[in-house]
Structures are given as structure tokens and as C-alpha cells.
């Protein structure tokens, strides 16, 4: 990866799934839990619920403690602030730091953006896909793809539609926050049924945020910058309605959250995830790479959290699932329980690289999805 130019230098954020998926207790929860900051000013916050007869002196270190928190918080929120540009290769960038990764394909025809970010870094995604387009185009976004419906992918999708613009139709000098002004949004049929609502009642997400171009069946194609792009849509991987998307000339593939180089994979079974499907995905998109002739480079795999990756990096996380899964597809076999596989620890010799006792996707949860996965008739 070193000849990978970083173009616009900062740190690095360590991301997650903001979305709705469901919980050891199989309640499902729709708060930000992942890839939040957790700054050293956390403890401090607890101190301040202690009861009122704590003492002066403790009150007092708790106050200096809290202001070197918040202090040293306020520098890392900053820090965490930007957004780092990462040449892929061909048309095709990678944002990281606005919680799920970002790819944009620029060129002559404009801006097309895969994913939109997490809320909070909507202005800076928007101004760094500016900044990096300028050079490129003086032409806007045309298109955004969504490539499954949680919102540390798709809460950025009404500010940047927004600012783009659609190629044919539209009124170009109209007012952009007309719903049908703006740019295409693009992503499968089952992502606009998780953010929207029958007619008449409120859907979860605001109607600007919706796709504006759905599509059934398998796939969708079309041709953008001078290079074909390719949608390709497994069942029930990740969520139901994953889109994989596939640059085929600049030759890079957004694999969306089904591809995670930070994390076991989250499978949201609410929403129509399966760990077979995972897998499928998995070996679906090795079949769309091909390494370049000493094996590193090649076919380029831009993951939902996680580093830039080849299809070496893709074989051995595939191979780590699908392991798992067979690990406990076998203590099912025996009768085990959850509890009895969970205390079995299947995931044991993974848990350095893949594990986590604490945030919003622990070990723990990931072999309860695997295990009510493979359990569901
Ligand atoms: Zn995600
Ligand atoms: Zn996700």
C-alpha cells in the first residue's frame, strides 16, 4: 500500500455500525452505539453520579479529573473530526473517519459517492469530497449509492444529495431542497423498506434521505466516468437489502459492512442477515477479485470499517467466519445451548485480532447471532 497516496493527511477513527441490531437480549436498539468516542473524560462523568455526601477533597480531584477528561476529550474529538483521503486506484478514493467508510468515484461526468457517513461528519464529508473533486470536475455529485440502509452509512445521504445534482431532468437552478432536485440515490429495494413507512404513517428516516432509484432481483447496472459500475446484491448477508459495488475499471469493490476489517462480521438478523450469508457474500466477491501477479494489489476491497484491503485480506477473514460458523454449526449438531457454546468459546483463537468484551458488537454477540442463525428454521 505504500505507493497509495494519502491525500489529505489526519488521524484515523476506529469505526463501527451505528444501527439498529439486535442485542444479547434480543431487544433491538437504535441508538449510536459504535465508533463513538470514548474519551478519558468517561470515568469522570460517572464520578458525578456518586451521592451528595461525597467529600470536599474527593469532589476536588474529581473536578481536576474531570477537566483534564474533557480537556484531553476536546483534542481527540478533534482529531477524530477529519476525514483521510485515500487514493484507491483508477477513479476511485476511500474517506475514512466518518464511522463507515466512504468511496467516491470522480471524474469528468462529476461525483458519485458510495455511502454517505455517519451524522456528525456530514460537513466534513461534504467538504472534503469538494476539496478532492475540485481538481477532477467542476461538475457536482451525480450519484450516491447506498449499500445497506444503517445509518453510519446513510445519515449524510439528504446533505449530500442535496448539494448534487441529477444528470437528466430536474430543474438545475431550482431549489435543492426539493426532494426531487438533487442528486440520484441509488441502493436496493429492501433499503428503502427500512426507511420508509406505509403511506400515512411516519417512516424512520426523513423522505430526503430515501433512495430514489430501487431495484429488485440481483443486480443493477449502469456506466458513469467512462467505467461500468455494477451493483450486485447477495441475500441476506449483512442485512437483506447489501448492495456490493463494483468498479470494473478502476477495478475496486465497496464490500459495505459485509466486509469489516475491525470487527467478527455483525449479522442483523432483525433485518434480514444470516451468517450463510455472510459467507456466500464473502466467497461472492472473491470470485469478483483477482490479485495482481505477486499476490498483494490486484482487484482493491474498500471494507464498511477497517482498512483498505486485497483479496488476500478478504481469503483470510472468510476463512475465519466460515470456520467459526462450522465450529458452531457442529456444537448445535451436539445439542449444545447458547450458554454451553458461548462458554465453549469458539472464536477463542480470533479474539486478538477480531474480539471485543465492550462496545456495540462484542464476541458474545457475534456468537449468538452465528448460533440463532444457524438455529432459525
Ligand atoms: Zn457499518
Ligand atoms: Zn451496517
Same mark, same amino acid.
Given at each position: 500500500?505504500?505507493?497509495?497516496? /494519502?491525500?489529505?493527511?489526519? &488521524?484515523?477513527?476506529?469505526?463501527?455500525?451505528?444501527?439498529?441490531?439486535?442485542?444479547?437480549?434480543?431487544?433491538?436498539?437504535?441508538? !449510536?452505539?459504535?465508533?463513538?468516542?470514548?474519551?478519558? #473524560?468517561?470515568?469522570?462523568?460517572?464520578?458525578?453520579?456518586?451521592?451528595?455526601?461525597?467529600?470536599?477533597?474527593?469532589?476536588?480531584?474529581?473536578?481536576?479529573?474531570?477537566?483534564? #477528561?474533557?480537556?484531553?476529550?476536546?483534542? @481527540?474529538?478533534?482529531?477524530?473530526?477529519?476525514?483521510?483521503?485515500?487514493?484507491?486506484?483508477?477513479?476511485?478514493?476511500?474517506?475514512?473517519?466518518?464511522?463507515?467508510?466512504?468511496?467516491?468515484?470522480?471524474?469528468?461526468?462529476? $461525483?458519485?459517492? $458510495?455511502?454517505? #457517513?455517519?451524522?456528525?461528519?456530514?460537513?466534513?464529508?461534504?467538504?472534503? $469530497?469538494?476539496?478532492?473533486?475540485?481538481?477532477?470536475?467542476?461538475? =457536482?455529485?451525480?450519484?450516491?449509492?447506498?449499500?445497506?440502509?444503517?445509518?453510519?452509512? !446513510?445519515?449524510?445521504?439528504?446533505?449530500?444529495?442535496?448539494?448534487?445534482?441529477?444528470?437528466?431532468? #430536474?430543474?438545475?437552478?431550482?431549489?435543492? &431542497?426539493?426532494?426531487?432536485?438533487?442528486?440520484?440515490?441509488?441502493?436496493? +429495494?429492501?433499503?428503502?423498506?427500512?426507511? &420508509?413507512? *406505509?403511506?400515512?404513517?411516519?417512516?424512520?428516516? *426523513?423522505?430526503?434521505?430515501?433512495?430514489?432509484?430501487?431495484?429488485?432481483?440481483?443486480?443493477? +447496472?449502469?456506466?458513469?466516468?467512462?467505467?461500468?459500475?455494477?451493483?450486485?446484491?447477495?441475500?441476506?448477508?449483512?442485512?437483506?437489502?447489501?448492495?456490493?459495488?463494483?468498479?470494473?475499471?478502476?477495478?475496486?469493490?465497496?464490500?459495505?459492512?459485509?466486509?469489516?476489517?475491525?470487527?467478527? =462480521?455483525?449479522?442483523?438478523?432483525?433485518?434480514?442477515?444470516?451468517?450463510?450469508?455472510?459467507?456466500?457474500?464473502?466467497?461472492?466477491?472473491?470470485?469478483?477479485?483477482?490479485?495482481?501477479?505477486?499476490?498483494?494489489?490486484?482487484?482493491? /476491497? %474498500? *471494507?464498511?470499517?477497517?482498512?483498505?484491503?486485497?483479496?488476500?485480506?478478504? $481469503?483470510?477473514?472468510?476463512?475465519?467466519?466460515? %470456520?467459526? @460458523?462450522?465450529?458452531?454449526?457442529?456444537?448445535?449438531?451436539?445439542?449444545?445451548?447458547?450458554?454451553? /457454546?458461548?462458554?465453549?468459546?469458539?472464536?477463542?483463537?480470533?479474539? *486478538?485480532?477480531?474480539?471485543?468484551?465492550?462496545?456495540?458488537?462484542?464476541?458474545?454477540?457475534?456468537?449468538?447471532?452465528?448460533?440463532?442463525?444457524?438455529?432459525?428454521?
Amino acid at each position: 500500500m505504500s505507493d497509495r497516496q /494519502v491525500l489529505f493527511p489526519s &488521524s484515523q477513527r476506529r469505526g463501527g455500525c451505528a444501527e439498529r441490531s439486535e442485542g444479547a437480549d434480543g431487544v433491538v436498539s437504535s441508538a !449510536t452505539h459504535f465508533g463513538r468516542t470514548d474519551h478519558p #473524560g468517561a470515568s469522570a462523568w460517572r464520578l458525578s453520579r456518586l451521592p451528595s455526601s461525597a467529600r470536599r477533597g474527593i469532589r476536588a480531584v474529581f473536578y481536576s479529573l474531570l477537566w483534564l #477528561g474533557l480537556s484531553t476529550g476536546l483534542i @481527540r474529538a478533534q482529531q477524530n473530526s477529519e476525514i483521510h483521503v485515500l487514493h484507491v486506484q483508477g477513479n476511485v478514493y476511500m474517506l475514512v473517519g466518518a464511522v463507515g467508510n466512504i468511496a467516491v468515484q470522480a471524474g469528468n461526468d462529476g $461525483v458519485l459517492l $458510495v455511502d454517505t #457517513g455517519a451524522a456528525q461528519m456530514t460537513d466534513q464529508v461534504l467538504a472534503t $469530497v469538494k476539496q478532492l473533486a475540485k481538481p477532477i470536475t467542476n461538475r =457536482p455529485i451525480r450519484y450516491i449509492i447506498n449499500t445497506h440502509f444503517h445509518p453510519d452509512h !446513510t445519515a449524510g445521504n439528504e446533505k449530500l444529495r442535496a448539494a448534487g445534482t441529477t444528470i437528466t431532468g #430536474g430543474n438545475v437552478a431550482g431549489n435543492i &431542497s426539493d426532494a426531487t432536485e438533487g442528486a440520484a440515490l441509488f441502493a436496493h +429495494e429492501n433499503v428503502m423498506k427500512r426507511m &420508509s413507512a *406505509p403511506t400515512g404513517s411516519e417512516g424512520p428516516r *426523513p423522505s430526503g434521505a430515501w433512495p430514489t432509484d430501487t431495484y429488485f432481483g440481483d443486480k443493477k +447496472e449502469f456506466f458513469f466516468n467512462g467505467e461500468a459500475i455494477q451493483l450486485l446484491h447477495p441475500n441476506s448477508a449483512h442485512t437483506d437489502g447489501d448492495s456490493i459495488v463494483f468498479f470494473r475499471r478502476s477495478d475496486v469493490i465497496s464490500a459495505g459492512d459485509i466486509f469489516m476489517t475491525t470487527s467478527y =462480521p455483525i449479522i442483523d438478523l432483525r433485518n434480514g442477515g444470516s451468517i450463510n450469508g455472510v459467507i456466500d457474500a464473502l466467497n461472492f466477491i472473491l470470485d469478483l477479485t483477482i490479485p495482481a501477479e505477486k499476490q498483494e494489489g490486484g482487484t482493491m /476491497v %474498500i *471494507p464498511g470499517h477497517g482498512r483498505l484491503s486485497d483479496e488476500a485480506d478478504v $481469503v483470510e477473514y472468510r476463512d475465519m467466519v466460515t %470456520i467459526i @460458523r462450522d465450529r458452531i454449526r457442529d456444537m448445535i449438531k451436539k445439542g449444545m445451548t447458547l450458554e454451553q /457454546v458461548k462458554a465453549a468459546k469458539p472464536t477463542r483463537d480470533y479474539d *486478538p485480532i477480531y474480539g471485543s468484551t465492550s462496545g456495540f458488537w462484542t464476541t458474545d454477540m457475534f456468537v449468538e447471532a452465528v448460533y440463532k442463525s444457524l438455529s432459525a428454521k
